[in-house]
């Protein structure tokens, strides 16, 4: 992380404190929208509609974050919790200029991406395939694709974390991982099919900032089995230091083992490092 290190030192200081909250309030606000208006009438006019955008309405560039990825149910508040829960994590673990970067990075490519393909569409005469993003293009752009990117790193990052599907089935994070790749991977080759080529840039520009993230911090920053091994080692060493320097009374000869509720004091006029229990410090002879 070279790279992003000389980065940090030239811009962290627009780095985005506590953007992970700032996103979910965006689609606390995007829900609000979608339940004030279930036609999705609202909705675009926050879209990202390229057309729109090049006529002037530059905002749509940003306002399509607040779209949120899913729509309205019983399961948003504990989605909303779960997204929350990695968008810290992944916070707190790279810091907020790279987390900012992250973030801001697959908005960015999701733009290019969009407005690249709409350009050439334009440009070649395919009104067709204009026609087939008017109908689907405002939904395509959604920051489903860009939150499944962040639960991407999230995976990388923590592979052998353990959530609860269903509630019920145990399963590590890197097999929802694996299958998240290849539904993509499935998505991709279904908008080719459909000739929405909008929808095929989408998905691959949403998560373009995994794809470079992975490459830059793979082997550095990730658990690997080295890493896995030290720590045991070091576990080790410090389960022998704790039994040699485990304390112990030198009148009734018990220790910390023997009852975790005492406590040990070394006696200040005793000649010598002599150790007493709490029963025992107070009531003992001093060694000369």
Partial sequence: MDFMTKLERKFGKFSIPNLTLI?????????????????????QIISLDPDKVIHGQIYRLITWVVIPPYGVSIFVILMLMFYYHVGRTLE????DF???VYIVSGIVFTDIGVMATYLVMVLTGKSELIEVYNQYGWYGASTYYLCMS??????????DMQVLMYFIIPIKVKWLG???????????IRFGLYKYYTGMITVVMSVLNFIVFYFMLKGKTRVTS???KRKRQYKREVRQTQIMA??????CGRTEEDDPTLEFRYCS?????YEYCQHHLFTHEHKK
């Fill in 23 to 43: 996103l979910i309030a965006g689609f606390v606000l995007g829900y609000l929208i979608e339940i004030v208006s279930p036609d999705g009438s609202l909705l």
């Fill in 92 to 95: 707190n673990m790279w810091g």
């Fill in 98 to 100: 790279r987390y900012t």
């Fill in 150 to 159: 962040m639960f991407l790193a999230y995976a990388f990052m923590f592979p």
């Fill in 178 to 188: 694996y299958l998240d790749i290849a539904y993509l991977i499935v998505e991709v």
């Fill in 226 to 228: 080295a890493h896995r």
């Fill in 246 to 251: 485990r304390h112990k009374c030198a009148i």
């Fill in 269 to 273: 006029r005793c000649k010598g490092n």
